[in-house]
């Protein structure tokens, strides 16, 4: 099974629409990640959550919303979905040593937004 | 100037080839620096850390060069296995953001 776990794998909805990005973990980590990748652009954060009571917007929040349920959930939200954010959604989670913080993601849900 | 640059090839190189990838920062301050692959609509994977020293792990090769504000990759004995895009990863400053790179993909073939 895999450790950082997102649902759907894909999904085609319409301009308007609310939609909800799901991600679980089974590695234990405190901090998780919401990335968007875009073709020619390099992976931006959307939202991250270092525990449970904590969330901290990223380079591209507006238009998403994230809630973390329990440590090991963390979910993304579009309150009213736009073309524009068709993209290639990551979740991540991350073990932290010292200064370096390696990033764990899940298998991706590309959405588009018709 | 963009915070982390890559060329973004291809690379096409035969089986066995060396080659080496660059990518340069911009922030002077940075501290962590790593490669992550990642395959055509897959997950970015972790490949390597990347230290002052330099590191290897197999055939693959990191160095950091903090004058120039690079770092590097060098892949030995390609196999068709490698062919991915290689994406490089840098702490914003004196940040804990990573700041990814839009990736430099490989192609190794026969």
């Known amino acids: 099974d895999a450790d950082v776990t997102q649902t759907p794998r894909n999904r085609i909805t319409k301009t308007g629409k609310r939609i909800m990005l799901e991600c679980s973990q089974t590695?234990?980590?405190?901090?998780m990640y919401w990335y968007r990748q875009d073709p020619g652009l390099g992976l931006r954060l959307i939202y991250y959550?270092?525990?449970?009571?904590?969330?901290n917007k990223g380079e591209i929040s507006d238009g998403y919303s994230v809630s973390r349920q329990a440590q090991a959930k963390f979910s993304l939200s579009l309150e009213s979905a736009i073309p524009n954010q068709t993209a290639l959604y990551f979740c991540?989670?991350?073990?932290?040593?010292?200064?370096?913080?390696?990033?764990?993601f899940g298998s991706g849900t590309q959405l588009s937004v018709l | 100037r963009k915070e982390v640059e890559q060329d973004p090839g291809p690379f096409n190189v035969p089986e066995g080839a060396t080659v080496a990838f660059n990518c340069t920062y911009s922030?002077?301050?940075?501290?962590?620096f790593f490669w992550y692959r990642q395959d055509c609509r897959k997950e970015p994977k972790l490949l390597m850390s990347?230290?002052?020293s330099g590191n290897e792990d197999g055939r693959f090769t990191a160095q950091l060069n903090r004058a120039s504000q690079y770092i590097s990759l060098l892949i030995r004995d390609s196999k068709l296995s490698d062919s991915a895009t290689y994406l490089c990863v840098v702490n914003r400053g004196n940040t804990d953001k990573l700041i990814f790179g839009t990736g430099t993909r490989l192609q190794v073939f026969p």
């Open positions: 990347v230290y002052s």
């Open positions: 959550s270092f525990d449970v009571k904590d969330i």
């Open positions: 590695k234990g980590h405190d901090r």
């Open positions: 922030n002077s301050a940075s501290q962590s």
């Open positions: 991540a989670t991350s073990d932290r040593e010292g200064t370096n913080e390696k990033l764990f």
